[in-house]
């Protein structure tokens, strides 16, 4: 089943505000990985974390891990309408190159 | 490069019915995956390879079938159509780069089964 709990399940947001998702799970996760998927779009994939209290930013996204690798952050500044979409959080296993995704953070950002 | 392909973008099957979903990929990776997309369930893995002739079950294996003949190519298999499997399908290649496990996904192939 799957590894990773999502929350929240739906954000909606005026332009401008900041948004954040957040990724948990019970267990130590190996790494973490983020996605943006628009509507009626495919996933693409955005950052992979690897170490304890990794931080990494992508201009208004920052992503973080916590320092005991169980839980992970998407956070976004000032959002702007092309932020629409559902952001996934997915954890690798490198041994078998298996991917377990959470339910998704759907984003709404209205004008 | 086309990165990864999948034919068709939509399909529609009656119960019972077997179909094969295509899917191709001209990056040379290794890895490709299949994954079910429904509502409010994130994706869910079917079935994955780590190279030609290498396949495994992932967390939703049961009415499909895969086989990876080639690198370039992954196609799924649905044996006996069930409403249960109307769902997005969409398959990825990945390769282990800088950024990490860096997956790749194909645009998706809408499945309804009625």
């Known amino acids: 089943g799957q590894q990773v709990m999502q929350i929240p399940q739906y954000q909606h947001v005026q332009e401008g505000e900041d948004f954040t998702t957040y990724c948990n799970s019970s267990t130590t996760l190996s790494n973490i990985q983020w996605y943006k998927q628009r509507p009626g779009g495919h996933p693409v994939f955005l950052i992979q974390l690897v170490k304890s209290g990794e931080v990494k930013k992508q201009k208004r996204l920052t992503f973080q891990f916590g320092e005991a690798k169980k839980n992970s952050s998407l956070h976004i500044t000032a959002t702007q309408t092309t932020d629409v979409g559902t952001y996934f959080c997915?954890?690798?296993?490198?041994?078998?190159?298996?991917?377990?995704f959470g339910s998704g953070t759907k984003l709404n950002v209205k004008p | 490069n086309a990165g990864v392909t999948q034919t068709p973008k939509f399909q529609v099957l009656k119960t019972g019915q077997s179909m094969t979903l295509q899917c191709a990929q001209d990056m040379n990776h290794e890895y490709m995956s299949w994954y079910r997309q429904d509502p409010g369930m994130g994706l869910r893995l079917i079935h994955y390879?780590?190279?030609?002739?290498?396949?495994d079950q992932g967390e939703v294996p049961n009415g499909y079938n895969v086989s990876r003949s080639t690198t370039e190519d992954f196609p799924l298999r649905l044996l006996s159509a069930a409403p249960s499997q109307t769902s997005v399908y969409f398959c990825?290649?990945?390769?282990?780069?800088?950024?990490?496990?860096?997956?790749?996904f194909g645009p998706g192939t809408r499945l309804t089964v009625l």
């Open positions: 997915a954890e690798t296993r490198y041994n078998f190159n298996k991917f377990y």
């Open positions: 390879s780590v190279g030609a002739g290498i396949t």
């Open positions: 990825a290649s990945s390769l282990r780069d800088r950024a990490g496990d860096t997956q790749y």
